[in-house]
T-cell receptor, first 110, second 116 residues
């Protein structure tokens, strides 16, 4: 499988619940980034976590990174309808190219 | 807040025609990128550009594609002789790699290319 695989592929939860998405990768990285993409729209950068960091917060977002397991998780707390989007993780290689996963489609039900 | 801008937002072209997708990266950024996303699929790296030359390109970026920074502010992707399978959303991005650690890339809103 490819670098930066997210799971689940799709997630549907009730508004107000927490959403957790995971990303796994294969090679060593400099950092890992999470992006959001609303349907048919551009990519919005959410958060970057460096390889020497374990956890990072930004508003309702919490990202963890476990380099020993080559995995990261994105937690969105107290989800809102506006959080409905696809979420992608992207890792960079030694040449700073971003390598993308296929994304998790998150649906927040009102 | 500085942002990457792309024009046009939607381009429809006939198969075999040439298209130029335009991007204005964030002004103090040093690296520029093009990515594409075929509908429903993952984002794919095409090319990175630094110091007025291509620094990396993927196998997707064949002779049909070229990039240029003609005037110090615009960054263009040219697709010669478009094919139906070139239909995709094309994203431009820029980043500042001043310290080699911060590779946060800022993306434009994308250009949706439809080849008919």
């Amino acid at each position: 499988s490819q670098q930066g695989e997210e799971d689940p592929q799709a997630l549907s939860i009730q508004e107000g619940e927490n959403a957790t998405m995971n990303c796994s990768y294969k090679t060593s990285i400099n950092n890992l980034q999470w992006y959001r993409q609303n349907s048919g729209r551009g990519l919005v950068h959410l958060i970057l976590i460096r390889s020497n960091e374990r956890e990072k917060h930004s508003g309702r977002l919490r990202v963890t990174l476990d380099t020993s397991k080559k995995s990261s998780s994105l937690l969105i707390t107290a989800s809102r309808a506006a959080d409905t989007a696809s979420y992608f993780c992207a890792t960079d290689d030694s040449n700073y190219q971003l390598i993308w996963g296929a994304g998790t489609k998150l649906i927040i039900k009102p | 807040e500085p942002e990457v801008t792309q024009t046009p937002s939607h381009q429809v072209t006939q198969m075999g025609q040439e298209v130029i997708l335009r991007c204005v990266p964030i002004s103090n950024h040093l690296y520029f990128y093009w990515y594409r996303q075929i509908l429903g699929q993952k984002v794919e790296f095409l090319v990175s550009f630094y110091n007025n030359e291509i620094s990396e390109k993927s196998e997707i970026f064949d002779d049909q594609f070229s990039v240029e920074r003609p005037d110090g502010s615009n960054f263009t992707l040219k697709i010669r002789s478009t094919k139906l399978e070139d239909s995709a959303m094309y994203f431009c991005a820029s980043s500042d790699l001043g310290n080699g650690m911060n590779t946060e890339a800022f993306f434009g809103q994308g250009t949706r290319l439809t080849v008919v």
